[in-house]
């Protein structure tokens, strides 16, 4: 049977794979077991994004959270980083976020974050989906009575203590920039052009109009194109573009180039090794960054940590050897100093502070990187099960990277959120990766089957 937590909680389809009958059992999970030891009613926050379906599961939780004696703290929408930072502020005792992060709105997802404002270790989740099952076959743990009940605290207004966290970690100002923001329809939507405003800048929204359904909808860090065209045709300093959940950020620089999140490790690597603030000038990245990322930290006199894809392996990584920037290239960028976890306003508004500080325009910050050609082709299959075992699939990986040879690279991995296997081919020609990674597609779709 399938783990029911994937590498960022727990997600699926909305009322089809992920029920409130589950989110129920999540909850009530949650508070027994982070409650197990306290000597006060356990404290849980809970967040989400914009999705229709938020309300439901948050309802839901809160549910299951006071069936078993809980406080449940609804945050409402709110950036996921907001929920990691309220829970240590706070002193709660877990921290929940409803959001299935860049995904349709269509989906949705339950992901959790300890007392100390980190995710969750394995061990942990592994726990929590043994309490979840043991509910389901027959629930005989004891249900709060009386004045023991939990009940429901509803705080909007920690909003503004994660915009005046945000604003704590800039010491610049941005007045006469000309800022474009896409907040993707999602969580960023109330926070983020508040606290641009507040630093000075003159911002351009785009997508800040919810309606529960257009979350990620051809927008937000997922779809550049028309925040490219709008930093351009409007003649503006920069761009933000946030994910649904707003743990990552891309930009733009004032040519509408995209600054990805390789880039912007480069631009913050940079910064922070002339102020001598970057440990063993290292940064932390996965197997998916670009070639060009390594050159680039390497002129800079700077060494690049590698882990495995996913922002839970770089901030593992981080915190075992002391680290204080990594992130991916989609966009999840860890400041150890600032967040326990991806944070993107946070790494917006450093972005913002290193170009300030330089005196330069964006594009000359984001041309200290040149990214090698990389095409990233996502296979929709019916299963992910025995695909590295399977020879034919092999062999085709095999064939593309002779083809490559010393100059280029090929990746093939599964998505840990959606029920895909990733093909990524980096090198010096376009064509010649297309036509590899396209080749590699068919064999898996021939042998996993397409869904």
Not at 39 to 58: A, H, N, V, W, Y
Not at 89 to 99: F, L, Y
Not at 178 to 194: F, H, Q, R, T, W
Not at 268 to 291: D, R, Y
């Amino acid at each position: 049977m399938a783990r029911l937590f994937g590498t960022d909680g727990v997600r699926g389809e909305a009322n089809v794979e992920l029920t409130p009958e589950l989110a129920y059992r999540l909850g009530r999970a949650a508070t027994l077991y982070f409650g197990e030891n306290s000597e006060t009613m356990p404290k849980i926050l809970i967040g989400r994004d914009t999705r229709i379906s938020g309300q439901m599961f948050e309802a839901a939780l809160c549910a299951g959270i006071c069936s078993a004696g809980g406080r449940a703290i609804i945050v409402g929408v709110i950036p996921t980083p907001a929920i990691a930072y309220l829970t240590k502020k706070k002193k709660a005792n877990a921290g929940i976020v409803i959001s299935a992060s860049h995904n349709p709105f269509h989906d949705n997802g339950i992901k959790f974050f300890g007392g100390n404002g980190y995710k969750l270790p394995d061990s942990v989740e592994d726990e929590l989906e043994r309490i979840v099952k043991k509910i389901e076959a027959g629930d005989d743990y004891p249900r709060a009575t009386g004045a023991k009940m939990g009940y429901i605290d509803y705080r909007h207004e920690y909003i503004n203590e994660y915009k005046d966290f945000i604003l704590s970690t800039c010491t610049e100002r941005f007045d006469g920039m000309k800022i474009v923001l896409d907040c993707s329809n999602g969580a960023a939507y109330e926070v983020m052009p508040m606290v641009l405003n507040r630093l000075g800048a003159d911002v351009i929204v785009l997508n800040n109009a919810p309606n529960g359904r257009n979350i990620n909808d051809n927008c937000g860090s997922t779809h550049m194109d028309r925040i490219q065209n709008a930093v351009v045709g409007l003649g503006a300093d920069f761009g933000i573009a946030h994910d649904g959940d707003a743990d990552r950020c891309l930009c733009v620089d004032e040519k509408g180039n995209i600054i990805d999140g390789d880039h912007i490790l480069v631009m913050c690597a940079k910064e922070m090794i002339a102020a001598g603030t970057l440990t063993h000038n290292t940064v932390v990245t996965t197997v998916m960054a670009n070639i060009g990322f390594h050159k680039a930290i390497k002129e800079l006199g700077g060494k690049a940590e590698i882990t495995k894809v996913g922002d839970r392996y770089v901030l593992e990584n981080m915190l075992a050897n002391g680290y204080k920037l990594g992130g991916e290239q989609s966009g999840h960028i860890i400041f150890t100093d600032y967040n326990t976890t991806g944070d993107g306003p946070v790494t917006a508004i450093q972005v913002l502070s290193a170009i300030k500080r330089s005196g330069k325009k964006a594009s000359e910050l984001n041309e200290m990187m040149v990214s090698y050609p990389q095409l990233l082709v996502n296979v929709a299959v019916k299963t992910k099960d025995g695909w590295e075992d399977n020879e034919k699939i092999k062999e085709a990986i095999k064939a593309g990277e002779a083809e490559l040879g010393s100059e280029g690279r090929i990746l093939v991995r599964p998505s840990g959120t959606e029920p895909l296997i990733r093909v990524m081919a980096e090198g010096p020609d376009q064509a010649v990766l297309d036509k590899i990674c396209h080749s590699i597609a068919d064999v898996v779709v021939a042998e996993q089957g397409a869904r």
